[in-house]
């Protein structure tokens, strides 16, 4: 018999499995100094916990702290805006991923353009491109490119093809991001407002479809250099109370070290072919700006100068606004994002700000922890 | 509100309720419309009468096209209030350039269907329109019907009740989305496109105690059972494992990061009926081939009024909120 696709989740959210692990991680806990603060760095991870209710089965002394890592979330108003403008061109289709199209900027959400008569499409993979680019050669096509180290390889790949085939009507509009340089974000600037922090991070979950790309070795530098361990964990209910467990192995065994949880597909190294595809096309941005925190330095991507004549970005440079956009001045998605506060603290949370009409970066998609406790509650 | 209708406003959860009150209740405001039931009870409750327009793209697809699709939702809409069937409208707005044996084989559908719900099309309008002014076709439907049984309705749950399920769920959005977006899968998904009358009547004939039926169209299985927490100010309490979904659907859900409790059916519907005659009515709907897995999957209780829980196998409950924003694939 085949392998069924059941098969890859089945397993994975047994019942008596994630039963096991609660009552293993209540004994362990009992044996702990301190209180465990966790950050899931991934919105796929806060979505796998809000969702399956998993707080509810951890005992009181190990804690999730939500972090920022969700692409559609982190996107701030002024890449959006770019993305509206360009939208708007007259002989322009716009192409983006997924929900990334009802993230709303300061003129509205791309499905607010679409609604106003322009021209936007969500595709699964970034090399259906092709065929709209085929299927439309009067058209310009700009695919709005957006996503963690998950996705940047099929943006390279798209661009490889463009390249090879010679197409003339696909262009880019690069805004993807990395993980490593927001973690580090978090830690260092804990430093600079030390006094009003609640929070610490002790471990980190890291994501394992990043991993898959990149492999574990992108996190060494956060138990040798930071004192904080990293597990590279899947997103299935079994998998994030297996790495959960791990986490507290380590503290219980005065370790502080890179583990991973998703030996199915992550490894040291990684993808290697997918990572040199992303070094040929993109440099690191010196800064990028992400909603809620703010500029980030060598966190986000950009096309190499080489390839200037697909980056919308140069291309479409004088209509594209450039003003910054502050946050909004309720909103407390940074404190969130930084494991400060808690979605319910906010005194526009599930009032003014909901997930069909957000403020804040972390009501923006599902996986942000703002719409996932206002859509999962948080019933314990 | 936005200032303009967005695709989201009509996916039968949220933003489509706000349009609604905000729109159209405020401006129609009567006794019979604010009851907001699948169908309207009129004429001293002897007649049930709705209406729904389709859209549907591709017109034609695995289970179903749009034709059958025109008269199971109206004829559905009817049944959900214990009304027999009896008469239809049918009015279309059609495409110039559209292909006339499609709308033979549309209409044929159509026939086959009202055959089965004992009704007649009785009165109808035919529009064509310039060439991008609608997609293809569009049907629209109204529907009377004959009340059987009185009193059902969504506003009257109660801790008595018991909620069933008359299927495996979500089987016509999954159907929907795969024939729409050509992922190319090698599957028996079917949409679960059906007439419900035959098994409303088999359960008022077996005299059933039914307090609320609701086909689960639009915004799917988690939109009704919300809209009935807050119509009857109640909590639901659903265990997860007892929610009857195919693999076919799983599967399609796990790709894209859905859930099937927010897809759309067009067979499936959800039953309050009294504690004592639960096990009754599942067996019943279990005598159709449909329904073989007609299950009871929650209760009624106090616990968090107006909203519906989700209980896992694993001790842990939510939230399972109403689906809100269009349908799109996570992207991570």
Known sequence: MGLELKNLYDDFRDGNTIKAYAKIIKEDAKKLKNQINIMEVCGGHTHTIMKYGLPQLLPSNIKFIHGPGCPVCIMPKERIDHAYVLSMVEDVILVTLGDMIKVPGSNGSLQDARSRGSDVRFVYSPLECLKIANENPTKKIIFFAIGFETTTPMTAALLDAVIKKDIKNIFFHINHVTVPEVMRELIDSRDEHVDSYNNKIDAFLGPSHVSVISGSKIYEEFPRDYNRLVVVSGFEPVDVMQAISMIVKQFIEGRCELEIEYKRLVTYDGNLKAQELIERYFDKRDLFKWRGLGNIPKSGLKLKPEFKEYDAEIIYKDILPIGEIEDHKLCICGDILRGMANPPECTIFGTACKPTSPIGSCMVSSEGACAAYYKYGNLR | ?332
């Open chain 2, 1 to 332: 509100m936005n200032k303009t209708i967005s695709l989201a406003c009509g996916n039968g959860g949220e933003e489509n309720n706000e349009l609604i009150s905000k729109v159209f209740y405020k401006a129609f405001k009567n006794e019979i419309l604010e009851k907001s039931e699948d169908a309207a009870i009129i004429h001293n409750g002897k007649l049930a009468f709705s209406t729904d327009s389709f859209t549907v793209s591709p017109l034609f697809f695995a289970g179903a096209d749009i034709g059958k699709l025109a008269v199971c939702g109206t004829c559905n809409d009817l049944a959900m209030m214990g009304a027999k069937p009896k008469y239809l409208t049918c009015s279309v707005i059609i495409e110039e350039g559209f292909a006339t044996r499609e709308l033979d084989k549309i209409v044929r559908s159509m026939k086959k269907e009202l055959e089965i719900n004992g009704a007649i099309v009785v009165s109808g309008d035919t529009k064509v329109v310039p060439r991008g002014s609608v997609d293809k076709i569009f049907i629209n439907t109204s529907g009377i019907g004959e009340v059987i049984k009185k009193g059902i309705s969504s506003n009257n749950i109660s801790k008595d009740d018991i909620i069933i399920v008359n299927r495996d769920i979500g089987c016509h959005g999954a159907a929907i989305f795969v024939a729409r977006e050509g992922i190319e899968m090698t599957s028996s998904l079917k949409s679960d496109c059906e007439s419900l009358y035959p098994q409303v009547k088999a359960l008022l004939d077996a005299n059933i105690k039914i307090t609320a039926l609701r086909d689960a169209t639009r915004g799917g299985v988690s939109a009704v059972l919300n809209e009935w927490a807050s119509q009857s100010n109640i909590c639901i309490e659903v265990e997860e494992e007892s929610i009857p979904v195919s693999d076919e659907v799983k599967g399609i859900c796990e790709m894209l990061g859905f859930e099937a409790t927010a897809l759309a059916n067009e067979g499936t519907f959800v039953l309050a009926v009294k504690k004592e005659d639960a096990d009754k009515a599942v067996e019943i709907l279990k005598g159709f081939p449909s329904c073989l897995k007609a299950t009871t999957i929650g209760k009624i209780t106090d616990t968090h009024l107006k909203k519906v829980i989700l209980k896992s196998s694993w001790g842990t409950s939510r939230f399972l909120d109403t689906p809100s924003g269009e349908l799109l694939p996570r992207i991570c």
